[in-house]
Nanobody, 121 residues
């Protein structure tokens, strides 16, 4: 499966953005999907994941209550709604796909190219 992330940009602190991850070349609904992010000089960080059906989700502690992951299997697309953005949310955001539910980057087999999010103060 190929993944294409989009929707990043520059936003002021307190604002919102919605990221999208479009899949092609595979059966989207067979994959657990996840979002990760990597800020300059830091390790890749788990943001959120969603099960194949969309029935269950999990979030990293730093984004709980502010970010919402969702998916539309008919459109082969996953989303990340980001609200109440903080400067520390600035990073490149990557979408990823995996056969099994996981919150660690090494478990994911397929990765998109990343979309950059910059939150200004």
């Amino acid at each position: 499966v190929q993944l294409q992330a989009s929707g990043g940009g520059l936003v002021q602190a307190g604002g919102s953005l919605r990221l999208s991850c479009a899949a092609s070349g595979g059966t989207f609904s067979r994959y657990v999907m996840g979002w990760f992010r990597q800020a300059p000089g830091k390790e890749r960080e788990f943001v959120a994941t969603i099960t194949k059906s969309g029935g269950s989700t999990a979030y990293g502690d730093s984004v709980k209550g502010r970010f919402t992951i969702s998916r539309d299997n008919a459109k082969k697309t996953m989303y990340l709604q980001m609200n109440s953005l903080k400067t520390e949310d600035t990073a490149i955001y990557y979408c990823a796909a995996n056969d099994d539910f996981a919150i660690v980057a090494v478990a994911y087999d397929y990765w998109g190219q990343g979309t950059e999010v910059t939150v200004s103060s």
